[in-house]
């Protein structure tokens, strides 16, 4: 049997225009029975060609190109249109530049007003005894920061995506997404926040050349304890805020990865920072306790695994879903290194406060562009489908930014919410007299540079890894967020410490860089 692109190609070629017929078209409304043959005769009573689209039903009994477009947010076209759609699909997010601002830009202060607190949260706690004397601490941030925004961001994706297209709209629907899911990222966070320590016992060791079996443990204990908490608590929070942007008639893809990214910076930071306090005073007087709280929460795994592996919607991510969130989780470690390296010298200890801001602002904006294009794709077919809606490999920046697709038109609204974002967060660090540095003219265009270029570089990434990934056949929900925003923490750390160092060296002691 031919494809349907086949059979289009060769009903252009025979120069006939053919009836497009829906399967449920071909029954009988009343009778239930298939439509005589009789009914498609020509007039001179020879037989028509008849091109059989198929037409699926959602729970609620509508078409599927129906419930795509349920969301308050987009268009609520008739039946007919629906089925009479030419070779190039229609933007399904019927949104204005206005629209997409306004949806995104509640939920992106809020994100970047959870960076801000957990860079508060950084700046105090670098000074703990557990911070001075295991430093490899350090390297953990980026890398759980990186997992927690890397699986709660996937979550939030997924779920926004299945709302979209109507795959939550029963209670027996959402059971089973909430289940799967949670028992996923269970799984993910516990595997990854293991080999996160190990990462952050590799790079401390190879620089120093010194390593003490009590401290790999310490990490250990605590990454792994800090994912699985954390992933718990925000998977919960994710569940909640999409399933009430879709009763409120908002787009979850523009609330859900934001709110995920902010609260996900700051939960795991603090975790983090008092799990690993409350062990480090264990070391001495029960150096038992760090071991056995890995092997609790390592012994849970085949519990979630067999939850994950009978759940349909999530046992294809629990075989395939392991290679980006571990490749992203080594990219963050390197930014974690460079973290390391950079607050340990007392000439750059402000760059602390600034870190988790910088990363989680270029993580949320571009998790939410790779979310809107992942949706849109999901709406004209499955991965790997040559729908003209993913024609390109390697799109240039003037097709990224300036054409006038509906996902053009939101890349720009997000890049140009970098400076008046940065600028109010910056004047709240300011105001809560956090960090070391004083905000100065040439600092604040110096950091507002790097934030710009970080945004810019993940915007055009986005573009062509969503894009690539969706001709590969694999779910860009799954597979891009994780290496985004990876991205994100080595591309905004390594700037920020470059823009550091380079206010040093010029001597813009004015700054207090050096405090």
Known sequence: MSSKAEQK?????????????????????????LVEPSDFLGPDGTGVEVVVLESRANAKGVREEDALLENGSQSNESDDTSTDRGPEPASP?????????????????????????????????????????????FILVPALLGLKGNLEMTLASRLSTAANIGQMDTHKELWKMITGNMALIQVQATVVGFLASIAAVVFGWIPDGHFSIDHAVLLCAS??????????????????????????????????????????????????????????????????????????????????????????????????????????????????????????????????????????????LVAVQASRISTYLHMSGMPGDSSESAPRKCPSPCSTFFSSDVNSRSARVLFLLVVPGHLVFLYTISSMQGGHTTLTLIFIVFYMTAALLQVLILLYIADWMVHWMWGRDLDPDNFSIPYLTALGDLIGTGLLALSFHVLWLIGDRDSDVGD
């Open 223 to 364: 990454s792994v304890a800090t994912a699985f908490i954390a992933s718990l608590v925000l998977g919960m929070i994710m569940i909640g805020v999409i399933v009430g942007s879709r009763k409120m008639g908002i787009n979850p893809d523009n609330v859900a990865t934001p709110i995920a990214a902010s609260l996900g910076d700051l939960i795991t930071l603090a975790l983090l920072s008092g799990i690993s306090w409350g062990l480090y005073k264990e070391l001495e007087s029960k150096a038992y306790v760090n071991p056995l709280v890995c092997a609790f929460f390592i012994a849970l795994l085949p519990i979630w695994i067999i939850i994950a592996k009978r759940n349909s919607a999530t046992r294809e991510v629990l075989y395939s879903g392991w290679e980006p969130v571990i490749i992203a989780m080594a990219i963050s470690s390197v930014g974690g290194l460079i973290l390391d390296r950079t607050v340990s010298d007392p000439n750059f200890a402000g760059m602390a406060v600034f870190t988790p801001v910088i990363n989680g602002v270029g993580g949320n």
């Open 9 to 33: 190609e060769t009903h252009q070629a025979n120069g006939a225009v053919l009836p497009i017929v829906p399967v449920d078209c071909l029954t009988s409304p009343d009778r239930g029975q």
């Open 93 to 137: 997010l019927k949104e204005t530049s206005f629209s997409i601002g306004l949806q995104v830009l509640f939920p992106f202060l809020l994100a970047g007003f959870g960076t801000v607190a957990a860079g508060m949260v950084l700046d105090i706690v670098q000074h703990w005894d557990v911070f001075k004397y295991v430093t490899e601490v």
